[in-house]
């Protein structure tokens, strides 16, 4: 296994983030209720505050469940075989509400549609607010807050079904970023979006953690997109930790198409001209400033 990479942190007092690790599993085994195939076998993993961590692996490999069981859908609304343990700011998830699970971390769906459904941006944004009952007025401050944050404040009147895909994933965002978490998590989000929005989308969670201070945990295939903002890369294979380390470091070592994971045509090319001197290309502008001759 290779050797896991840290973040570096920075204060947040909005966040109040800890130096100690934000998440942290032991031993986690997970099996649902009436399969006989465990999807996940003895998993040990840390997270930092402040890191942005990308879950790779095949589908089928056990990364959604993984992300389910800190977010706390797994146990207690998922039932099965459930043994180990997961912190998350130093609460046991297993014992610890949905609702109060809930300020801690902000989950992202795969397709935003889960998510919103009010009938205005805005609304949709203050759904969660309205169930802390918040008072009116810190409401709307956090409502404006986030969708200034997420660029969306032109949207605030229109309906959910009028948007783009790319929009309705920025209002899913805004929504959560409105309760405050420390943690956002984030299921494949680029899977329906052109290449364009897609690339805009990881920008924008590149910034949130630089803006925020927030950690981020996120699934996703296109490695390309998502590489160079991650500190730290995660493989799983079978409900099992393979590879942890860097994504440079694990992509430069490992064939991680043995574990489903694709390998980026950047990272191939980048392999095969094997530059004397010059570090992993992970996207085409450090292959072209590889490749730019030297004055």
Same mark, same amino acid.
């Given at each position: 296994?290779?050797?896991?990479?840290?973040?570096?942190?920075?204060?947040?007092?909005?966040?109040?983030?800890?130096?100690?690790?934000?998440?942290?599993?032991?031993?986690?085994?997970?099996?649902?209720?009436?399969?006989?195939?465990?999807?996940?076998?003895?998993?040990?993993?840390?997270?930092?505050?402040?890191?942005?961590?990308?879950?790779a692996?095949?589908?089928?490999?056990g990364?959604?469940?993984?992300?389910?069981?800190i977010?706390?859908?797994?146990?207690?609304?998922?039932?099965?075989?459930?043994?180990?343990?997961?912190?998350?700011?130093?609460?046991?998830?297993?014992?610890?509400?949905?609702?109060?699970?809930?300020?801690?971390?902000?989950?992202?769906?795969?397709?935003?549609?889960?998510?919103?459904?009010?009938?205005?941006?805005?609304?949709?944004?203050?759904?969660?607010?309205?169930?802390?009952?918040?008072?009116?007025? @810190?409401?709307?401050?956090?409502?404006?807050?986030?969708?200034?944050? =997420?660029?969306?404040?032109? %949207? /605030? +009147?229109? $309906?959910?079904?009028?948007?783009?895909?790319?929009?309705?994933?920025?209002?899913?965002?805004?929504?959560?970023?409105?309760?405050?978490?420390?943690?956002?998590?984030?299921?494949?989000?680029?899977?329906?979006?052109?290449?364009?929005?897609?690339?805009?989308?990881?920008?924008?969670?590149?910034?949130?953690?630089?803006?925020?201070g927030?950690?981020?945990?996120i699934?996703?295939h296109?490695?390309?997109?998502?590489?160079?903002?991650?500190?730290?890369?995660?493989?799983?294979?079978?409900?099992?930790?393979?590879?942890?380390?860097?994504?440079?470091?694990?992509?430069?070592?490992?064939?991680?198409?043995?574990?489903?994971?694709? @390998?980026?045509?950047?990272?191939?090319?980048?392999?095969?001209?094997? =530059?004397?001197?010059?570090? %992993? /290309? +992970?996207? $085409?502008?450090?292959?072209?400033t590889?490749?730019?001759?030297?004055?």
């Open positions: 296994m290779l050797r896991p990479v840290s973040a570096t942190n920075s204060s947040n007092p909005v966040l109040g983030r800890a130096a100690s690790d934000l998440i942290e599993i032991k031993d986690l085994n997970f099996k649902y209720f009436g399969s006989t195939t465990p999807v996940l076998q003895n998993v040990n993993l840390t997270v930092k505050n402040n890191e942005i961590v990308l879950i692996g095949h589908s089928g490999s990364k959604s469940t993984l992300l389910r069981a977010n706390g859908l797994i146990p207690h609304q998922h039932s099965g075989d459930y043994s180990g343990e997961v912190l998350v700011d130093g609460l046991k998830v297993s014992e610890t509400s949905m609702s109060v699970l809930a300020l801690k971390v902000g989950y992202i769906f795969q397709n935003p549609e889960n998510q919103i459904f009010m009938f205005s941006v805005e609304r949709d944004v203050a759904f969660g607010l309205e169930n802390l009952a918040l008072p009116q007025a @810190e409401m709307r401050e956090r409502v404006d807050w986030a969708m200034e944050l =997420l660029q969306i404040k032109s %949207l /605030a +009147l229109r $309906a959910p079904h009028e948007l783009s895909d790319g929009q309705k994933q920025r209002v899913a965002i805004a929504g959560v970023l409105a309760m405050k978490p420390k943690i956002l998590i984030l299921d494949e989000p680029t899977s329906l979006l052109d290449p364009f929005t897609a690339k805009s989308l990881v920008n924008l969670i590149r910034d949130l953690r630089s803006t925020l927030i950690t981020v945990l699934v996703e296109r490695l390309d997109l998502v590489a160079k903002i991650c500190d730290r890369m995660v493989v799983v294979d079978k409900g099992t930790v393979v590879l942890e380390g860097s994504p440079r470091e694990i992509l430069s070592k490992t064939d991680v198409s043995l574990f489903g994971v694709t @390998e980026p045509t950047i990272v191939k090319l980048s392999k095969r001209l094997s =530059l004397e001197g010059e570090k %992993l /290309a +992970l996207d $085409a502008q450090e292959l072209t590889a490749l730019k001759p030297v004055a």
